[in-house]
């Protein structure tokens, strides 16, 4: 019985291993998002939107190319190495994306998350290259919804401690926490290399004479052997082809207990031209796939600045006064025979900015000078909230303390109800795979998953309501259809085509992740600087095209025997005799 990695007590070790080392990958991703208006305050208000919204756009346009590529560096140089690598691009590129929030610079924080978007979506190929050599069978579906949850934990994580750490210090250093965190992430890494190389040395050795004593003291218990069916093929022609981790993971889940395909049809080799055979049915995948992510992962990016204008720091209604609008409102420099408070019984408290004075001229810190102040004199005669640097002393301690104050806890409030979505696909994302499969039904699901992306949107954009429901409508939508949306891939298109075509429709997804930040910052600039409606009705005219094409998907599938809505793979033509289509082996 030849010895395997995936018989090797170590193996587990390996699977902690790999999943901290996606935290600060899934972690940094996200900082962006998590520290918005942080950001705006930082980098000022000209230009805010567009710029913010390249910050997500330059990470995803070379990874419209990276899909096709990113399997083929992992087969010639091995997964450990690559973990190395690509590892070493992401803590570089979150440095540089740290040190341009320093030097208030975009175009080096924009260099920064495209150097880091080069390495993310490519470790992520390289680790599920490494998981798929470690596990087999049940096990690899329990690995990948293991690494899955842990991802997902990441970007939860993210959103509850970098405004915390912003409010505590700077926002640029709770970017550069990220550094500190991806550091860990390539330790991980680090830690990987030895024993993987150690395990092939077991290997080699046991192919030959005592092989038989060295297995039995390294196997588990019950030393049960693994079909060779069940392992995964990586070949030097650059036939692996890259997927996400979600979309691996739920892939594995959905279709862990499926037969790879024949030898002879994985052997074949792919090429690009095999997608101008894909039919329909994979075409319509791949709409619904742009549209529907349209509304879920955009909509992340920006959901901090959706939730303060809606919810957590609404603008103060007009009956709200103070009593002098030419003199600070809180802090060290209002003298205290001479407060400047509101007026009574006018004005709202909690989720509601304080009042603003119209006009600061001629202020200075000289009155405190514990104050560390970024300027002499202050001289604002038409003051604007996006003048307000709640960085700066002046403002933060001196002049108007209760604004900044409540500033801050509005963002620490939306970040953490924004963690909603991310928090409901780690929880569950690794038993829907097993539903799905058990029941079918995935290209009904595929359709409701946007209906109630539908609703989500349309409550955001008209209802003054709570924001947890609808986020939790969102984290369903969004897990339920990761969860059938990936393992359908392979029902559309023939078994040898099955990378090509996961490398196309991410291809085809990250079109989608750098086009629309572009879009919602023309909206948002075009609706006088705020989200609500427009942005939203935008997200919701998304989730209906995402509708539109589940019905599409439906009636082609009802046409071509029912493959994705059948739970045991009935309709399957194009395998022949093959159990089932084969598990895709990477991510992106």
């Known amino acids: ?134 596990f087999r069978g049940k096990e690899l579906a329990f690995a990948f919804g293991v690494n899955l949850s842990i991802s997902r934990l990441g970007s939860v994580i993210n959103n509850f401690i970098s405004p915390m750490l912003a409010s505590a210090s700077t926002t640029a250093s709770a970017l550069w926490f990220g550094v500190f965190v991806c550091c860990g992430s390539l330790l991980t890494a680090i830690f990987i290399f030895p024993i993987d190389k150690r395990a092939a040395s077991l290997i080699k050795n046991s192919a030959g004479k005592g092989g038989d004593d060295l297995e039995a003291s390294l196997l588990d218990n019950d030393g049960n052997e693994v079909l060779a069916a069940e392992r995964p093929r990586a070949h030097s022609d650059g036939n692996m082809r890259a997927v996400s981790t979600e979309r691996l993971s739920s892939a594995a889940l959905s279709m862990s207990g499926l037969k790879d395909a024949e030898d002879d049809m994985a052997e074949e080799e792919i090429n690009l031209s095999d997608a101008l055979k894909f039919d329909t049915m994979f075409w319509l995948l791949s709409l619904s796939c742009l549209v529907v992510y349209g509304c879920v992962l955009p909509f992340n990016n920006v959901a901090g600045g959706i939730l303060l204008e809606r919810n957590y720091f609404l603008d103060p209604p007009d009956t709200c006064t103070i009593a002098s609008y030419t003199n600070c409102t809180s802090g060290s420099l209002v003298p205290e025979d001479k407060p400047n408070p509101v007026s009574p019984n006018t004005c709202p408290g909690a989720n509601h900015a304080p009042v603003l004075p119209t006009s600061i001229v001629g202020y200075t810190c000289s009155s405190d000078p514990s104050l560390s102040c970024d300027s002499s004199v202050y001289n604002f005669p038409d003051l604007k909230p996006t003048d307000i640097d709640c960085n700066d002393d002046f403002w933060n301690l001196g002049c108007t303390k209760d604004y900044c ?95 090509t075509a996961y490398g196309l429709i991410t291809a085809i997804q990250n079109s989608g992740l750098a086009a629309f930040p572009l879009i919602i910052s023309a909206l948002y600039d075009a609706s006088d600087n705020k989200y609500i409606p427009n942005v939203e009705l935008f997200f919701t005219g998304c989730a209906i095209a995402g509708v539109a094409v589940g019905i599409l998907l439906n009636i082609m599938d009802a046409r071509n025997g029912g493959k994705l809505n059948s739970k045991d793979g009935k309709g399957y033509e194009k395998l022949g005799d093959i159990d089932a289509p084969p598990t895709p082996m990477l991510m992106t």
């Open 1 to 134: 019985m030849a010895l395997e990695r995936s018989k090797l007590k170590v193996r587990w070790l390996v699977l902690v291993l790999a999943c901290a080392m996606m935290i600060g990958n899934y972690y940094c991703y996200d900082n962006p998002a998590a520290l918005i208006n942080q950001l705006q305050t930082l980098m000022g208000n000209n230009n805010f939107a567009r710029d913010y919204n390249l910050l997500y756009t330059v990470y995803s346009i070379p990874n419209m190319a990276l899909p096709f590529f990113g399997g083929y560096f992992v087969d010639k140089l091995g997964a450990p190495s690559c973990l190395i690598i690509f590892g070493s691009l992401i803590l570089c590129g979150q440095t540089l994306f740290a040190f341009g929030s320093s030097i208030t610079s975009w175009p080096v924080m924009w260099a920064g998350r495209v150097l880091f978007g080069l390495g993310g979506e490519n470790l992520t190929v390289a680790q599920s290259a490494l998981l798929a050599q470690w």
């Open 405 to 499: 104050d409540s500033q801050t806890d509005a963002s620490k409030t939306a970040s953490q109800i924004m963690s909603i979505p991310y928090f409901m696909s780690a929880a569950i994302s690794p038993f829907l795979g097993f539903a799905v499969d058990r029941i079918g039904f995935r290209a009904l699901i595929a359709s409701m998953a946007p209906v109630i992306l539908v609703g989500v949107h349309l409550t955001l954009a008209y209802s003054d309501g709570s924001p947890v429901p609808p986020l939790i409508g969102q984290g369903l939508a969004y897990s339920l259809f990761a969860a059938v949306l990936w393992p359908s891939v392979p029902f559309t298109v023939e078994p040898k085509s099955v990378g």
